[in-house]
């Protein structure tokens, strides 16, 4: 029996009808009344009606209806419809599957990038291209997300991915243009709206001319006064065929002829700070402002009584300006112009130069007083504002006339936070050349210390503890181990040390280190502890965040020591160990440009130091930069801990007051473990040492001939037949003419590096293994290499380690 589908959408399953049971049941009766008659027996009638009545009754209940249970059934989806849901002309909208397809698309995306591309894969800027990559794995990760910036040469814009679906496997994007400011075009539709109808009542005529003398706007007064029609359309026409002059250089409409009212030009010159900046005043775009030498509207009067409009028209407009009498004396200033100086007082202050350096004083009144006489003029003077001394920026003068006492147009963008954005720029880029160099260092100085250490070895090899060479040479040792410290400093801060990251609790690192940190500090300062609860997992290492803390325990206790020698106090210095659950929401509220989005286990240092000042704390994390006494510290402190926060994916900042307190705030990323992680540190049980005594044959590749000298006799006391190479080619040379069990090689090398030899050797030799020696982090060099059966010792090293890492690989074969 077939099933149907009810008016509900339930399975249902057709039964038995009621008409069909009664027809059935009386089909039994007749039967077992001729069966009793037949046989003569009662019993054996009544009983095969019973059966077959029970059967029956069994067969009706089993096939009565039953609703089966609704299931949630969804259509498949009809793309067209999608399509027609998301066609905007103000958006670009897409969607594409987790396998980064496109699935549709609407037409504004199609006409900015082509309908054969698909986000994040669209012709853009290399840069936006990444951006855009980086956002989308955000997407995935978090559910949504956002990169800004995304140019190309068709425009630039803000995208919004969000991840949506029934199962999440899709992808919607949002392009929306960023549309920049052109105050051209804003100057145009003031002077064709609002601002020229109010200037049309005060009897002024405006217009506003690009720099081949096209009117590009023009108010109702002008086009009255130029062509004898308020609504004529101005819009094109060559400004200067409305004006014309006589012999006394008055200034006429050409329509008005000589017996009309003779008008003066107000020139202010329109720039554009999204353009580059242009000194010539002809190729400027320009406000004319057209007065009568008789009056205002009407009226007879001196040309003064209308400076208050024309203070209020300047007022309004997002430039900077400022006006000057020819004695340079300020006549007013726009509220854009005192915040684009840094006057905080709603008033000016008496004289243009009182709002720059002293330096610049002499310049600015002289330039002042070139504009205030002569010929009607415009240009532009590099000054360096009292608000902020080391970044000159462009005073821009123009020189009006027929204002009254008003000589002198002065204009000043708002470039404070063009000005930020540069000086962080600035900073990013000086700080990744400096870790650049300082990796560098310390890379070629490993290799020096790898052979003095060697070497000291070797010789106490050769001496016993009562020799008295015996502790000289414990002493080079001792200090060479110094200098390698000064060197792991320098990698971290470059970010290129070896961390051994594991999954843990903040809490648990702050507990190993507290009571060292108790006697660190000393008896006169108190460590006070604070956790919060909940707190995320974080993935870093334990070691490097000791060393963490250290350091900023160390300076913290430097700083409060300083201030309590200062003050002449005995005591109340504090150190203060926090730990705070940051949620995203947190991070949203502190509207923070530099930290992502998203979930973070906080580490807070605090003290009530001397602080630091704020001159110095752009500072504070460069190598070598340090505000104590000669002799007193090596300034890489601070920037081993930036580097080891920087590596670990997190952020630091630094927030301080001088003579009160410094905090430094470092945020870790909240790591969720997997099944298999260890949310805590596992001491493992060190294993049995057992001495290696197979033997073996090693191909040693070094370029530092003091290295490779101190690494094959390290060998070759240990037993093993060693064979060396200066260089990647050399030890190509050397595989094709022997056998060898094991290749050490150095990574850097001239001609042909550690790497490139290394996949040419597995080439011809598959199962080969290999032991690169170098200074810079193994994993950075594990993402770059990426070769199987790979191992790595870190430079510099003593020749036990050598023999020790070389036993360990041979027994791993």
């Known amino acids: 029996m077939a099933s149907v589908v009810s008016e509900g959408g339930a399975v249902v399953t057709p039964t038995v009808p009621l008409r069909d049971w009664l027809m059935f049941s009386g ?27 029970v059967i029956g009754a069994a067969l009706r209940v089993l096939l009565r209806p039953r609703q089966d249970a609704v299931t949630e059934d969804f259509a498949a989806p009809d793309w067209t419809v999608t399509n027609a849901a998301i066609a905007r002309d103000d958006v670009g909208i897409a969607i594409t599957d987790r396998a980064g397809r496109l699935v549709c698309a609407n037409g504004l995306m199609g006409a900015w990038f082509g309908i054969t591309a ?29 990169a800004d910036g995304v140019a190309s040469s068709q425009g630039t814009w803000t995208a919004e991915i969000q991840r949506v679906g029934r199962g999440e496997d899709y992808l919607v994007w949002r392009f929306v243009p960023v549309v920049t400011q052109d105050l051209v075009a804003d100057m145009a539709g003031h002077i064709a709206g609002k601002v020229g109808r109010a200037l049309a009542r005060e009897g002024l005529q405006a217009a506003v001319v690009s720099p081949e003398g096209v009117i590009l ?36 409409y050409a329509r008005e002829g000589g017996k009309g009212t003779p008008v003066k030009l107000v020139h202010v010159p329109v720039a554009d700070p999204d353009g580059v900046a242009n000194t010539d005043p002809s190729r400027t775009t320009s406000l004319f402002l057209l007065i009568d030498n008789g ?52 008033i000016p202050p008496p004289y243009p130069s009182d709002i720059v350096i002293r330096e610049d004083k002499g310049a600015l009144v002289d330039a002042v007083r070139r504009y205030a006489q002569g010929q009607a003029t415009a240009g532009d003077v590099a000054v360096r504002l009292r608000a902020a001394p080391d970044e000159p920026v462009s005073l821009s003068l123009a020189g009006v006339r027929g204002l009254g006492e008003g000589a002198v147009l002065l204009s000043l963008k708002d470039s404070s936070e063009e000005t930020r954005l540069k000086r962080e720029i600035a900073q990013a880029t000086k700080m990744q050349a400096v870790g650049q ?40 040792k001792a200090n060479s181990n110094r200098a390698a410290s000064l060197t792991r400093q320098l990698l971290a801060f470059s970010r290129q040390q070896t961390l051994r990251p594991q999954v843990l609790q903040l809490p648990d690192v702050v507990a190993e280190v507290s009571a060292l940190l108790k006697r660190l500090i000393g008896e006169k300062i108190t460590l006070e502890v604070v956790h919060d609860r909940d707190l995320g997992f974080v993935r870093a290492d334990p070691t490097q965040l000791e060393q963490v803390l250290l350091n900023l325990a160390v300076n913290a206790r430097d700083a409060i020591n300083d201030k309590l020698a200062a003050t002449g106090a ?75 926060v920087k590596q670990s994916g997190g952020f630091i900042f630094a927030e301080s007051e001088v003579g009160k307190f410094t905090r430094f705030s470092i945020y870790l990323p909240v790591h969720v473990p997997d099944a298999s992680e260890a949310p805590a540190r596992q001491l493992a049980s060190p294993e049995p040492k057992r001495e290696w005594s197979g033997g073996g044959r090693i191909l040693l590749v070094e370029d530092e001939d003091t290295v490779r000298a101190v690494a094959e006799r390290a060998l070759v006391r240990q037993g093993y037949e060693v064979t060396t190479a200066a260089d990647g080619e050399e030890g190509l040379e050397a ?47 594990r993402r770059e290499i990426d070769i199987p059966n790979m191992h790595f010792l870190a430079k510099p090293f003593s020749v036990q380690q050598i023999c020790d890492e070389v036993e360990k690989v041979l027994r791993a074969r």
């Not at 130029?226 to 409305?242: E, K, L, P, Y």
């Not at 704390?617 to 000669?630: A, L, N, Q, S, V």
């Open 27 to 53: 089909a039994v009766a007749v039967s077992a009344a001729a069966l009793w008659g037949i046989s003569g027996q009662p019993l054996l009638a009544a009983g095969f009606a019973g059966g077959v009545t």
């Open 570 to 644: 005995k005591g109340g210095g504090v150190v203060k160990l926090m730990t705070r659950r940051v949620t995203a929401a947190d991070v949203r509220a502190m509207k923070s440009e530099i930290l992502p989005l998203g979930d973070y286990t906080a580490l807070v240092v605090e003290d009530n130091g001397h602080g630091i000042k704020p001159s110095q704390i752009g500072k504070i994390f460069e190598p070598f930069f340090t505000t104590k006494e000669k002799g007193k510290g090596t300034g890489l402190g601070l920037s081993t801990v930036y580097g080891i």
């Open 437 to 476: 160099l300082a990796g560098g260092v310390a890379h070629d100085f490993n290799n020096v210390l790898t052979a003095i250490i060697g070497y000291c070895d070797l010789m106490l090899m050769r001496h016993t503890p009562g020799d008295s060479d015996y502790d000289d040479i414990q002493q080079i």
């Open 295 to 346: 009056g205002f509207g009407q009226g007879i009067g001196d040309v003064t009584a209308g400076l208050p409009q024309i203070e209020a028209l300047l007022a309004r407009l997002p430039l900077g300006l400022a006006m000057t009498d020819r004695d340079g004396r300020f006549l007013f200033a726009n509220a854009a112009f005192l915040r684009a100086a840094g006057h905080d007082d709603t």
């Open 735 to 781: 595989i094709g003419r022997g056998q060898f069990d094991l290749v050490v090689s150095d990574v850097v090398m001239p001609t042909m590096d550690g790497p490139a030899m290394a996949r040419e050797i597995r080439a011809l030799r598959p199962g080969m293994p290999f032991l690169f020696m170098s200074g810079y982090a193994e994993e950075q060099l």
């Open 118 to 146: 698909a986000p994040p894969r669209l012709p853009v800027e290399r840069g936006s291209v990444e951006l855009l990559e980086a956002a989308t794995r955000a997407a995935w990760r978090d559910g949504s997300a956002k």
């Open 217 to 252: 706007a023009a108010n109702a007064a002008f086009a009255q006064r130029a062509t004898g029609s308020v609504s004529a359309q101005m819009a094109g026409a060559d400004f200067v065929s409305f004006l014309a002059s006589d012999e006394s250089d008055r200034i006429y």
